[in-house]
């Protein structure tokens, strides 16, 4: 399958946030037209030798880290596409911040993370337990088939939940981002120089993508609690699929590394519904876009070597505007003679 990279990413606000091993990387078009980058040294504590890098301790990990990553990202965003954030926080969140010794805004976004994972929690678990009751509940269907039939209420809720979102304006647009990222990543996996021209000839769905990964979360959730079975006490299913959840996570991860790793008829089968997924997820990006994710990847692959030609360019930037000056203040002298 080629070459495979370290590096995977996320739409922003704008623009594109690119993980490495080592950091966080972010790249956003600003309203002039330039663009504006941040980078944070970062690792993941799902290190290799650890408890944290178990497999499917790992996926818990990493699944916990991309909502809180992502979380920040899209504020962090916001903030380089030069949109001013004035909400005011709170009494509550300043005292709060005050007792953690942390800052107000890892308290928000602690907030907006805790907040999300609720309300996924209500939309793909609670409301489809919810439902299988309604439906299946007094029925004399075996255990194995109302547990099924659970399971298939929760995908077509998500399915129907990426469709509508896809509707969105500024959603497709985030969705371009989407597919900048994938195609600026799928080019560095070919070795091929990383330009707009050339990642633009690339696919804008990628084996990796936090789509595949949510698509197995759900499909791995309905054969799993179909193997636990159907107890007819709501409340405690409802907790069975929700303490279950952090494992079905972490096996979920350990399928698509795999999946991801290894090209053959049972891989592709796995990874065929998340890949169709991204058709919507993924749309496809402008030049300008693939501009701005090539830079997110540049700076998070060596963000040392992004600085030092940073720092070239804007210095034959400086010398350029002297020479003109320079031209222009003699053109100036020659007119006054």
């Known amino acids: 399958m080629g070459k495979v990279c370290t590096v995977g990413g996320q739409a922003v606000m704008e623009g594109v946030m690119m993980k490495s091993p080592t ?3 972010m790249a956003v078009r600003k309203p002039d037209g330039t663009i504006a980058t941040q980078y944070k ?5 799902a290190q290799k030798g650890t408890f944290y890098g178990l497999p499917v301790v790992r996926g818990v990990v990493a699944f916990v880290e991309s909502l809180s990553i992502g979380m920040g990202t899209l504020t962090e965003s916001a903030k380089l596409a ?7 926080p709170s009494k509550f969140e300043k005292w709060l911040a005050a007792k953690l010794g942390k800052s107000v805004e890892s308290v928000i976004i602690g907030f ?7 309300l996924a929690v209500g939309l793909f678990f609670v409301l489809p337990t919810l ?3 309604l439906i299946l509940g007094g029925s004399e ?6 547990s099924l039939t659970e399971g298939l209420v929760r995908l077509l809720i998500f399915l129907g939940y990426i469709v509508l979102c896809s509707r969105v304006k500024d959603v497709r647009r985030v969705f371009m981002y989407h597919g900048a990222e994938h195609k600026t990543i799928a080019c560095y996996e070919a070795e091929e120089p990383l330009t707009p021209e050339n990642a633009m000839k690339h696919s804008r769905l990628h084996p990796r993508c936090g789509t595949n990964y949510l698509f197995l979360v759900m499909a791995v959730s309905i054969l799993f609690f179909a193997a636990v079975g159907w107890n007819a006490n709501f409340l405690v299913r409802l907790a069975s699929r929700i303490i279950f959840l952090p494992l079905v996570a972490g096996i979920s991860y350990e399928v698509l590394r795999f999946a991801a790793k290894h090209d053959n008829l049972l891989t592709r089968i796995i ?4 890949m169709g997924l991204q058709y919507i997820t993924t749309k496809e990006p402008t030049p300008d876009m693939l501009e701005v994710a090539i830079t997110a990847f540049e700076l998070a692959m060596d963000p040392e070597g992004f600085a030092a030609k940073q720092a070239a360019a804007e210095t034959k930037e400086g010398e350029t505007a002297a020479v003109e000056t320079a031209a222009g203040q003699t053109e100036d002298a020659k007119a006054s003679d």
């Not at 907006?112 to 609720?118: D, G, K, L, P, T």
């Open 112 to 118: 907006a993370v805790v907040i999300a994972v609720c």
């Open 41 to 45: 040294p970062e690792k993941s504590r």
């Open 82 to 88: 030069g949109e001013e954030i004035d909400e005011e």
């Open 131 to 133: 439902l299988g009751s």
């Open 271 to 274: 990874r065929a519904p998340g």
């Open 23 to 25: 950091g966080i990387a």
């Open 141 to 146: 269907v075996a255990s194995v088939w109302k």
